[in-house]
């Protein structure tokens, strides 16, 4: 083999190892609860839930036509002879 292909053969198995280890340090030790852990879902639930309600009152409040479809509302011209 090449000693620049074996080189990072081997630079990429010891970079794999070493985060296997560093994982398996952390995985010993106990976890306290951090921000995150405890108020994350409460602040995404209630974030989604405004994101929600904005939109709701938007579309149905405000009075914005969106005239999607010009089916019924458009009416075709007269032919001119010229």
Same mark, same amino acid.
Not at 23 to 35: E, I, L
Not at 44 to 62: E, K, M, N, P, R
């Given at each position: 083999? $090449? %000693?620049? *292909?074996? /080189? &990072?053969? !081997? &630079?990429?198995?010891?970079? *794999? +190892?070493?985060?296997?280890? =560093? !994982?398996?340090?952390?995985?010993? +030790?106990?976890? @306290? %609860?951090? $921000?995150?852990?405890?108020?994350?879902? &409460?602040?995404?639930?209630?974030?989604? @839930? $405004?994101?929600?309600? *904005? #939109? =709701?009152?938007?579309? =149905? +409040?405000?009075?914005?036509?969106? /005239?999607?479809? %010009?089916?019924?509302? *458009? @009416? %075709?011209?007269? #032919?001119?002879? +010229?």
């Amino acid at each position: 083999m $090449f %000693p620049l *292909v074996k /080189n &990072a053969l !081997m &630079a990429g198995h010891l970079q *794999v +190892q070493s985060i296997q280890q =560093t !994982m398996a340090r952390q995985s010993h +030790q106990k976890h @306290t %609860p951090d $921000f995150h852990d405890k108020y994350g879902n &409460a602040v995404l639930a209630s974030g989604a @839930t $405004f994101c929600i309600a *904005v #939109w =709701t009152y938007g579309a =149905t +409040q405000i009075g914005i036509e969106l /005239n999607l479809s %010009p089916i019924g509302r *458009v @009416t %075709p011209k007269e #032919w001119r002879d +010229q």
